[in-house]
C-alpha cells in the first residue's frame, strides 16, 4: 500500500481520480491551492486508487494522508512519468505575442525608414550598435518602450512608429577579442533617428537614467551615439509642464572622471542631444554632422534669423574650435575610433610592433632654427600603428594623443614647432591641461615631449586671457595621480617649459633630454638682448654689434646644453634619442598609479 501526503498546508481543488480508479506512473491525482498557486499531486506509481480521505473544498495541513493506492501493473506503464505533452521547439501563444512585439521594433519592420537613412549615407542605431558591440553580446534594455503618447496616437500606431521610444539601449562587449568580460563590457546608448527624429522623449529619458545607473554601479564605460534633435514637445502622457526636472543630464554629467564616456555624432545633433554629447570625455564625429545647442527651430524661435541645419556648428568647424576630438569620415570609421579609443582604457595588450629606435636620431635636425613635425617622435617612441591623435585641428602649438608602449596605453603631449615655433598659447594650454584631466582621470601614465621657447607673449596674445589659460597646466599637473615622464627634444625654455615638464623638472618620474636639448630662463636670444643691453648699445647699430650678439648667444646656447643641465643636476640624463622608449618602458614598469581621490574631473572644454 503506497500513502499520498499533503507536502503543505493547503486547500484541495479538484480530485482527478475518483476511488477504485486505475492510474499510471505520473497521471495528476489532486489538485491542492495554496497562496493562490495550484500544485499538481502526481502517481508515483501505477495501480489503483483505493481511498479518500478529504473533499474538494477542504483544507489539509502538511503531511496530512489524501489518499490511499495500491500499486499494481497496468498495460502501457513504463514505470517513468510521461514525456511532455507539448513539443520543446513549439511556442505558446503569450510567447507568440512577445516575438511578434520584439519584431516590431527591429529595422526589417520598417522598411522604408531604413531607406531612406540609407539613402543619406547613414546607418540605423541597430546598424551602428550591431557594428560597435561583438557579435551576439548586446542585451537590450527597454526594447518594448514607445513614444509616450497614446492619449493622441493608438497603440498600433506607437509600436510601428516609435519603437523603442527613439532610443536603443543595452550592454555589450567591445574589444572583446583583447579583454577578458570584465574589462570589455560597456553600456551603449543610441538615440534612433528614424523615430521622431531622434528627440528626447519621456520614456527615452526613463531608460537612460535606467542604463547610467547601471553604468556608475558597475563601472561600465559608456558609448553615446548622440544624433537627434533634443527635446521631444510632443509627448502628453505625463502630467508634467516643462519636463526639466529629469535627472538625465546630471546623472550622466555624474560619470565624468569615473569611466570613460564616448560621444559619437553623424548628421545632426541639437540641444539636449549636443548637451549629452559636450558632456563626453571624447567626441568622435564625421564630416557630414552638424553640432549646436540649439536647432534651426530653436535659433528661429529665439529671433535670431532663419538657418538651415547645414549652416549650424558644422563639423568642419567644431573640428576647428575643440568640440570634435576625432574627425571622421563615416559612421563605419566613427565605430572604429570608438573601439580603438576604448581599447586604450581596457588594459594592456601582450602583442605589439616595436618602430625603429634609429629613426628618431633624425628628428630633430641639426639646424637649432630649423622647424621639424614633431609628431615623427610620438610615431617613434609607440607601439607601431597605436597612435591616436586626439582634437588635432584645435590648439595646433601642442599635439594630444593615445599611444601604446610595448602594450600598455600612455597618453602623449609634444610641442609643435611649426606653430608658433612651439610657443604655448591659450588654446593649447587648454587642450593639454585638459588631455592631463582626462590621461589622470582614467589613469593613463603620462609621457611629454617637449621643445618649446615658453608661454606665448604680447599684447594680442593677452586679449585672450593668456595668464588664466596656461595657468590651467599648473594647476592640472599639480593633481596628478599618474605617472609622468618627460623628454626634451630641443627647446626647453622657461614657464613653458616647466609646464610641459608638469610644473618644474624635478616634477617628473623622469625628466631627460636628447643631445640637442637647450635651456634657459627664456628664449636665449630674449635674454642677451635683456641681460646684455647696456653693452649692446654701447656699440653703434651694425655689424659689430650683431657680432657681439652672436657670441653672446652662442655663449648662452653652450651654458644651456643639455649635458649641463645633467651635470648640475637640473635633469636626470642626457640619452641617445634611439633609447627613449627602453628609458619609457623601464620607467613605466616601476612608477605605479596612486589611487583616485574623490572624483577626479575632466573640464568639458
Known sequence: MTELRSPLQAQVVQWLVAPGATVRTGDVLVILEAMKMEHELRSPGAGRVRERFFEEGETVGERDLLATLELAAVEGDNGSKPAAQVAASAIRPDLQRVLDRHALTQDAARPQAIARRHALGLRSARENIADLCDAGSFSEYGTLAVAAQRSRRSEDDLQRNTPADGMVTGVGSINGELFPPE????????????????????????????MLGVALKNRLPVVLFAEGGGGRPGDTDMPIVAGLHVPTFASFARLNGQVPVIGIAAGRCFAGNAALLGCCDVIIATRDSNIGMGGPAMVEGGGLGVFQPEQIGPAGVQHGNGVIDVLVQDEAEAV????????????????FEPPDPLALRNV?????????????????????GSLLHLRSGFGLGIHTALGRIEGRPVGLLANNPLHLGGAIDADAADKAARFMQLCNAHGLPIVSLVDTPGFMVGPAIEEQAQVRHVSRMFI????LRVPFFSVVLRKGYGLGAMA???????????????????????????????????ELEALPEGPQREALFEQLVAKQYAAGQATNMAATLEIDAVIDPAETRDWLVRGLSAARVAPAVGAPAIDAW
Open 500 to 534: 610641459m615638464a608638469a610644473g618644474g623638472f624635478h616634477e617628473p618620474d623622469a625628466m631627460v633630454a636628447w643631445p640637442s636639448g637647450e635651456f634657459g630662463g627664456m628664449g636665449l636670444e630674449g635674454a642677451v638682448r635683456l641681460g646684455y643691453r647696456r
Open 364 to 384: 630633430v635636425p641639426e639646424n637649432r632654427l630649423r622647424v621639424y613635425d614633431s609628431r615623427a617622435a610620438l610615431e617613434g617612441i609607440v607601439d607601431a
Open 183 to 210: 574589462r570589455s563590457r560597456a553600456v551603449v546608448l543610441a538615440y534612433d533617428a528614424t523615430v521622431l527624429a531622434g528627440t528626447q522623449g519621456f520614456r527615452n529619458h526613463q531608460k537612460t537614467d535606467r
Open 336 to 351: 572604429a575610433a570608438a573601439r580603438r579609443y576604448l581599447a586604450f582604457f581596457q588594459g594592456e595588450v601582450p602583442f
Open 476 to 479: 592640472a599637473a599639480a593633481h
